[in-house]
């Protein structure tokens, strides 16, 4: 298995190279040079399968000779051992045909857990196998943050510093990140919004002095590893409604398009998931792309599901890739577009093929507390703000239920327990690992939105961890 990047002008390479280069050189997303498609045979077989078996199975199909199935199995037996459910990713019935797919069993209460605790254990057994160290740097509007550190804490390859905009997060968020005091891990609140943050990762990545000198390394869905360790939860939803044998929809609240990208990459590889439910915030981009190819960047604007305050959306990339006929030079293009003018017109014919199977909806703050509250009062279910938005998107778009829909729970409500109280007049408490969240000591450095500083406190902290070790 091989990897092309989206902008055409990095060397194709193998699954453990894409692993630790993360963004590639020329600033492209990296993608499987040919899609792997399981037979209808193929995708029965995995049913019934346990979570940590199904997932070794397909992630496996992108792996190539970078780990045997039997080393790739251990890694996720162990990763998902420690989940809160033994069924790893329960579905949860909330209506005639919608499901919640609950991903936040994990222990920082999210989705990211779900790749990323996995990822962690990728790094380090091929760090070991190589004998090499790196510096992670992510960037994160709440959640990747946690999981990852949650995931790469004291592992001694790894040093990590993750951008949070500041005071941007809910409070339980950034604790969960800043209360984590392992020598390996910094925290750096950057006086900007999450794609500040984001925006000054991908420049580290393209530094490529800085890049090669720190061995930089990614967390985010920028990594292609992620994507392919969130596939597997929609194949184990799907095949639970009757897949391959029956049609599903998913909806799926979405920020970095990651995790919708996760879906389609499922349907690429032949589950027949017919239907795309987008959900956002006031922050719309994706949503005006979709009803008008009007993909043109505004200011974030914070909302009260704060992992989806963003406007550029680094995988939207990926499906653009796939859009323009896998034409790299005409990705690079309108990426670069973007980049300069903040709006990048779609070619119609791409646009089209995108509203046929993807359709968006915008929830405000009011419309998300009164879903909030609907749900616990008429389902008896306690949702999270981001959950709202994709369970609200159901009933909007699809309310003639003639498709099962897997709705993507991406967080514990007690992670937003302030919007829920709101809603609900309930306080979701949080589990017990977490307890006690309130009365640890934080570390943190506040920093302005400046390369130059960032990468400056980045190296210092690398170099502490190299040192000490
Ligand atoms: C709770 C939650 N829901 C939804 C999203 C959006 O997911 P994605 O960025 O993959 O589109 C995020 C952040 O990524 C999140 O943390
Ligand atoms: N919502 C995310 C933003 C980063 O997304 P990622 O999937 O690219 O890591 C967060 O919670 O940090």
């Avoid at 799907?238 to 920020?255: C, H, K, M, N, Y």
């Avoid at 990651?258 to 795309?276: C, D, E, Q, S």
């Avoid at 790299?328 to 990426?335: E, F, G, K, S, Y």
Wanted: charged fraction near 25%.
């Amino acid at each position: 298995m091989r990897y092309v990047s989206t902008r055409g002008e990095a060397a194709p390479r193998g699954f453990e190279d894409v692993l630790l280069a993360g963004l590639a050189e020329d600033g492209g997303l990296f993608l499987p040079e040919t899609w792997p498609v399981l037979t209808p045979e193929e995708w029965r077989a995995l049913r019934g399968l346990p979570y940590a078996e199904l997932s070794a199975r397909l992630i496996h199909r992108f792996v190539g000779d970078a780990l045997t199935l039997d080393e790739l199995r251990a890694l996720t037996t162990e990763a998902y051992a420690g989940f809160r459910h033994p069924a790893v990713v329960p579905l949860v019935q909330l209506g005639t045909n919608e499901f919640a797919l609950e991903l936040f069993h994990g222990p920082t209460l999210a989705f990211k857990d779900m790749a990323l605790q996995l990822l962690g254990r990728l790094f380090d057994h091929v760090l070991k196998k190589r004998g090499q160290r790196i510096t992670i740097v992510g960037a994160t509007s709440g959640d990747t943050g946690s999981a990852a550190i949650e995931a790469c804490r004291d592992r001694e390859a790894v040093d990590i510093v993750i951008l949070h905009p500041e005071g941007r997060t809910s409070e339980v968020q950034r604790r969960q990140m800043t209360t984590v005091l392992s020598p390996n891990v910094a925290n750096i609140a950057v006086q900007g919004s999450f794609d500040d943050c984001q925006d000054l990762v991908k420049a580290m990545f393209v530094d490529a002095p800085f890049r090669d000198e720190m061995r930089l390394a990614a967390v985010n869905s920028i990594n292609w590893a992620r994507i392919a360790a969130q596939i597997p939860y929609y194949a184990y939803a799907a095949l639970s409604l009757g897949a391959p044998d029956r049609e599903v929809a998913v909806s799926v609240p979405t920020g970095n398009f990651g995790n919708v990208f996760a879906a389609w990459a499922a349907r690429r590889m032949g589950l027949p998931i017919g239907k795309f439910l987008i959900g956002s915030n006031r922050n719309d981009i994706l949503v005006r792309f979709l009803d008008a190819n009007d993909m043109s960047a505004r200011p974030v604007e914070p909302s009260l599901s704060p992992s989806m305050d963003i406007q550029v959306s680094s995988n939207f990339e990926r499906l653009l890739f796939e859009l323009l006929g896998r034409d790299p030079v005409a990705t690079a293009r309108q990426m670069k577009e973007f980049r300069s003018a903040g709006r990048m017109p779609v070619p119609d014919a791409a646009w089209r093929e995108a509203t046929k199977l993807f359709s968006g909806f915008t929830l405000d703050d009011p419309g998300t507390l009164a879903e909030i509250q609907r749900l616990n009062r008429d389902v008896g279910y306690l949702a999270d703000p981001h959950t709202a938005v994709a369970t609200a998107a159901v009933r909007t778009l699809m309310p003639d239920g003639r498709l099962p829909v897997i709705i993507a729970a991406t967080a514990h409500p007690a992670k937003f327990p302030d919007a829920v109280e709101r809603a609900t007049g309930l306080r979701p408490a949080l589990p017990p690992a977490l307890a006690d969240l309130f009365s640890r000591e934080e570390r943190f450095t506040v920093l302005p939105n400046n390369l130059g500083e960032i990468e400056a406190r980045v190296k210092a902290h690398a170099r502490r961890n190299s040192v000490d070790a």
